[in-house]
C-alpha cells in the first residue's frame, strides 16, 4: 500500500475516473485499487481545491472501511448506572457491553420518536417540557442539533474509533474521509436508535423518563440512585453523563455537599446571514458550484482582553429553541445533512470572566449558572414573553448593523428561528460587558468577511449553553470524583468535553477506567 497526497478541482473530487489517471502518472502503475481515505477544503484562494489523500493497494484488497465491534450478552454481569444517554452516556454504555458489564441507563428524557411531539410543541405551542425538549432525550444535545463531529480534541483519544462506531450504526461513511465530518438532524435520530438497539440487544437496560433526584452515598462511597418516583437502582460504580443543561443534578450535588467547581464558559447570540453571502464570499464567486458544500466559516478576535468568537457555525441551517425549562429563551442552531436552508448562522460569544459574577458571588460555585439563568430569563422577559404562566419562545431580535450602533431594529428581515423573533434592544437587554465585547467582535469580523455587516443580517438572543457554567472535579488518572469513590463525572456536563465527539471519547474513557478499577480489585 502506498499513500499520496493530491490537491484536485472540485469537479474532480468527485470523478473516480479522472482521480485513476493522477494516480497512474504519480506511481507509474497502471493496475492498482485506491481510496480517497482524508478530504478537505482549501478556499484560501481563487480557485477552490480539494486536499486528498489516497491509499493506493498494487496487487491487493482494499480492507473494509469500518471494523465491526465485538459485543457480549452482559444480561447477568456486574451493573453499572449511567445516568444520561447522551454522546458519552451512549458511547459508555456500548464500551461497557464490550468489556463484559451491564450497563442501568437511567435517561430524563424520551426516546427519539416520542421526542419529536415535544420538540413540536415548542415550536407550534411554545410550551417547554422540562424533561424532554432539544437538550434532553435520547441522544441528547446533538440528536436534534446537528451531528457536527469536527473535534480539536486528538491527545483525547481515538476520534476514528468514535466515527467507526457511529458509521456501524448506520451513519455515513463520509464522515470517516471529510475533515469536517457532519451527520446532519434528519439523520442522527436513526443512528441513535440504532444504538440503543446495540445495547438492548446485549442485555443492557435503558429506562427513559427516568430522572435522577437523589444519590445514595455510605461512607464517601456511591452505592445507587433514586429517581422522581422513589425507586431506588443499586450500584457501586455510576457514570454521571448527564449534560451542559442539568441544573438539577449541580444543585444536588451542592446540596449533599459533594465538591463542584465554576467553570469558564462563554456567552452571546446567534447571527444570520443568508447562506448565498458566505458562500460568495468564502469560495471568491458568484455561484457557488454544484460539487461545492454549502462555506462555513470561523471567527476569532480579541476584544479588551476577552476573546469573541464563532461557535457551532451552521451552514445551510436553521435557529432552534433550546430552552430546557420554561420562562427563559435559549438558542442553538443545527443543519440537515444536505445543509440546503437558505441560511447560514452561528453562535458569536463572548467568554465570561469573574467580573461578570460578582452579583452572584454568594452562590459559589454555582455563580457562573446563576449568572447564566438570569440572562436567559431576561431574554425571555425582553421579548414580551408570558411572564405569569411562563409559556413563549419568542426571541428578542436585532438587526447587526442596529445591534453595533445601539438602536432598536424597526424592522427585521426573514429569520429561520420558527417560534418567531420580535424587534427588542438586545444592546439594553444582554449584559454591558458581553454587549461591548461583542460589538467589537461584530466590528472586527466586518472587516474579515465582505458583506458581514449587511442590513439583513439579524442576530436573536441567547446563545447560552456553549458549555457547562459548572465542573465536577475527578480524579486525573482514575477518573473518580475524589470525594465520592464510584463516582464518574463524565463528558460535557461535568467539563470534560466540548462536543458529540469528546464527549464520546470521554464516555468510552469512563467506561474503561471503571473496568481497569475492579480488575484491580
Known sequence: MRTIDIVVLPEEASNPEYLRKIISKEIREKEFEFVVRKRSIDARRTPVKFNLRIDIYINETIPPAINTTTYQNVANKKQVIVIGFGPAGMFAALKLIELGYQPIVLERGKDVRSRRRDL????KNQIVNPNSNYCFGEGGAGTYSDGKLYTRSKKRGDVNAILQVLVEHGADENILVDAHPHIGTNKLPKVVT??????LKYGGIIHFETQVTDIILENNKIKGVIDQNNKTYQADQVILATGHSARDIFYLLDKKGIEIESKPFALG?????SQDLIDAV???CDIRGEHLPPASYKLVQQVKKRGVFSFCMCPGGIIAPCATAPGEIVTNGWSPSKRNNPFANSGIVVTVEPEDLEPYKKYGALAGLKFQEAVERATFVGAGNDTITNNGQI?????LIDFINNRTSTTLPDCSYKPGVVSAPLHSIL????VEHLQGGFKAFGNKITGYLNRDAIIVAVESRTS????IPRDRELLEHPQIKGLYPCGEGAGYAGGIVSAAIDGQK??????????AQ
Not at 447570540?269 to 446571514?273: D, F, N, Y
Not at 457547562?468 to 465542573?471: D, E, F, G, I, M
Not at 477506567?513 to 475492579?518: N, R
Request: aromatic fraction near 2%.
Open 510 to 519: 469512563c467506561a474503561l477506567a471503571i473496568h481497569h478499577k475492579i480488575q
Open 282 to 284: 468564502q469560495y471568491h
Open 194 to 199: 440504532d444504538m440503543r438497539e446495540t445495547v
Open 269 to 273: 447570540v446567534r447571527v444570520e446571514h
Open 431 to 434: 449584559p454591558k460587558t458581553i
Open 120 to 123: 413540536a410543541a415548542i415550536t
Open 468 to 471: 457547562s457554567p459548572v465542573k
Open 395 to 399: 426571541a428578542p431580535a436585532q438587526r
